[in-house]
T-cell receptor
Framework: NAGVTQTPKFQVLKTGQSMTLQCAQDMNHEYMSWYRQDPGMGLRLIHY???????DQGEVPNGYNVSRSTTEDFPLRLLSAAPSQTSVYFC??????????????FGPGTRLTVL | GQQLNQSPQSMFIQEGEDVSMNCTSSSIFNTWLWYKQEPGEGPVLLIA?????ELTSNGRLTAQFGITRKDSFLNISASIPSDVGIYFC???????????FGGGTRVLVKP
C-alpha cells in the first residue's frame, strides 16, 4: 500500500491562477479530508468527505472546492488563488468505524506559495 | 476559530529529561488525541484518549484526559534526540468526525 499520496509536493502560483491539489489513497477508506497548516495555527479543516459523492465544508472552506467521484481520490481545487492561501496543505484518510476515525493517515503535504 | 490552546509553544529538551506539555479549551471534548509531526511529513497519531481521567501510555509517552474534559496533558519521559518535532493535540466533540487542532508545541534539542 502506498497510503495517502499528494501531488505536487511544492507549487508556486500567481494571484488569480487556478490549480488542483491531488490526493489519493489505496486503503479503501471512506473518510477523506483536507487541512491547511499555518504557523502557530495547527491544522484547520477545509473540506471533508464521508464517501464517494458526498462532501461537506469544514472550518475554512472559502476559496476551495472539492469533489469525490471515487473512493480513492479527493482533489482540492483553488479557483482563483490568493496570497492568503499560501500554506501547507495536508490530505488525510481514515475508515469510518467508531474509533477508527481518530487514526487519520496524513499525506506528506503540499507546500503552496501564492505570489 | 481555533479552540485549543497548547503550551508551551516551544521547548528545548536535554537528553534524559522528562518534559510535559498541555492543551486546554473552553469547550468540552469527548476525545483527545496527540499527534507528532516531523519536518516534511504529515502528523502521526501517538495516543488517543476516550474517557475523562484516562491515563494512557505509548512507550515513553504518557497522556491524560483531564477530568473536566476541557484539557489534556502529554509527558515524554527520558527524552532522546529523535523526540524533536511538533506535537499537536486535537479534540473531537460529541458527534461527527471533525477534529479541532491546537497550535502545536515545537520540541527542540538544547545546543
Amino acid at each position: 500500500n502506498a497510503g495517502v499520496t499528494q501531488t505536487p509536493k511544492f507549487q508556486v502560483l500567481k494571484t488569480g491562477q487556478s490549480m488542483t491539489l491531488q490526493c489519493a489513497q489505496d486503503m479503501n477508506h471512506e473518510y477523506m479530508s483536507w487541512y491547511r497548516q499555518d504557523p502557530g495555527m495547527g491544522l484547520r479543516l477545509i473540506h471533508y468527505s464521508v464517501g464517494a459523492g458526498i462532501t461537506d465544508q469544514g472550518e475554512v472552506p472559502n476559496g476551495y472546492n472539492v469533489s469525490r467521484s471515487t473512493t480513492e481520490d479527493f482533489p482540492l481545487r483553488l479557483l482563483s488563488a490568493a496570497p492568503s492561501q499560501t500554506s501547507v496543505y495536508f490530505c488525510a484518510s481514515t475508515p469510518l468505524g467508531t474509533y477508527e476515525i481518530d487514526t487519520q493517515y496524513f499525506g506528506p503535504g503540499t507546500r503552496l506559495t501564492v505570489l | 476559530g481555533q479552540q485549543l490552546n497548547q503550551s508551551p509553544q516551544s521547548m528545548f529538551i536535554q537528553e534524559g529529561e522528562d518534559v510535559s506539555m498541555n492543551c486546554t479549551s473552553s469547550s468540552i471534548f469527548n476525545t483527545w488525541l496527540w499527534y507528532k509531526q516531523e519536518p516534511g511529513e504529515g502528523p502521526v497519531l501517538l495516543i488517543a484518549l476516550y474517557k475523562a481521567g484516562e491515563l494512557t501510555s505509548n512507550g515513553r509517552l504518557t497522556a491524560q484526559f483531564g477530568i473536566t474534559r476541557k484539557d489534556s496533558f502529554l509527558n515524554i519521559s527520558a527524552s532522546i534526540p529523535s523526540d524533536v518535532g511538533i506535537y499537536f493535540c486535537a479534540g473531537r466533540q460529541a458527534a461527527g468526525n471533525k477534529l479541532t487542532f491546537g497550535g502545536g508545541t515545537r520540541v527542540l534539542v538544547k545546543p
